[in-house]
T-cell receptor, first 109, second 114 residues
Framework: AQRVTQPEKLLSVFKGAPVELKCNYS??????LFWYVQYSRQRLQLLLR??SRESIKGFTADLNKGETSFHLKKPFAQEEDSAMYYC???????????FGGGTRLMVKP | EAGVTQSPTHLIKTRGQQATLRCSPI?????VYWYQQALGLGLQFLLW???????NRGNFPPRFSGRQFPNYSSELNVNALELEDSALYLC?????????????FGQGTRLTVV
């Protein structure tokens, strides 16, 4: 079954600490992976996609096909990073954007 | 540019009734996706419409249905409402039905079934 797993529902860190939000996927093909973010009282929006290999707001994510992971990382967390983060992927067959359960990141001052 | 708009913002229905949720995509976007965000369950894919046709549906019963109009706006209909249908329903649109196209989300419709 095609699935995206985010094992942590809540991640709490102090400002300036490193952050890693975990994402594992289960898909036999070549997935196209994304991270979406939802800040408080804002709509869900794209943060970054793996093929762009970009860094957005200091966040990066590397696709590890061997471990079927796409963890989101940031070396120094900021309070404004507090939000709900969703890992997602398109399955090539159905063009269905499948989301993980989400991880709430809380960055404490 | 206006974003994806959904109406109504909140909807309260009683069990057994029907609910209709509406979504207007970003201008120029032909694909519309519907997701259910129930408490503690993350985002569950419901339906995908592109160019007026239903292209894919998630693992939901047939009482969840919808359509896409010629102007690419979309309706989600839920018949014979059950208490567990209470959730936030999100609509997203994208430029085409191709993969790796960013999906833009609306604010959602909060459906409460009592």
């Amino acid at each position: 079954a095609q699935r995206v797993t985010q094992p942590e529902k809540l991640l709490s860190v102090f400002k300036g600490a490193p952050v890693e939000l975990k994402c594992n996927y289960s898909y036999s093909g070549s997935p196209e992976l994304f991270w979406y973010v939802q800040y408080s009282r804002q709509r869900l929006q794209l943060l970054l996609r793996h093929i762009s290999r970009e860094s957005i707001k200091g966040f990066t994510a590397d696709l590890n096909k061997g471990e079927t992971s796409f963890h989101l990382k940031k070396p120094f967390a900021q309070e404004e990073d507090s939000a709900m983060y969703y890992c997602a992927f398109y399955n090539n067959a159905g063009n269905m954007l499948t989301f993980g359960g989400g991880t709430r990141l809380m960055v404490k001052p | 540019e206006a974003g994806v708009t959904q109406s109504p913002t909140h909807l309260i229905k009683t069990r057994g009734q029907q609910a209709t949720l509406r979504c207007s995509p970003i201008s120029g976007h032909t694909s519309v996706y519907w997701y259910q965000q129930a408490l503690g369950l993350g985002l569950q894919f419901l339906l995908w419409y592109d160019e007026g046709e239903e292209r894919n549906r998630g693992n939901f019963p047939p009482r969840f249905s919808g359509r896409q109009f010629p102007n690419y706006s979309s309706e989600l209909n839920v018949n014979a409402l059950e208490l567990e249908d209470s959730a936030l329903y999100l609509c997203a649109s994208s430029r085409t039905g191709q993969t790796n196209t960013e999906a833009f989300f609306g604010q959602g419709t909060r459906l409460t079934v009592v």
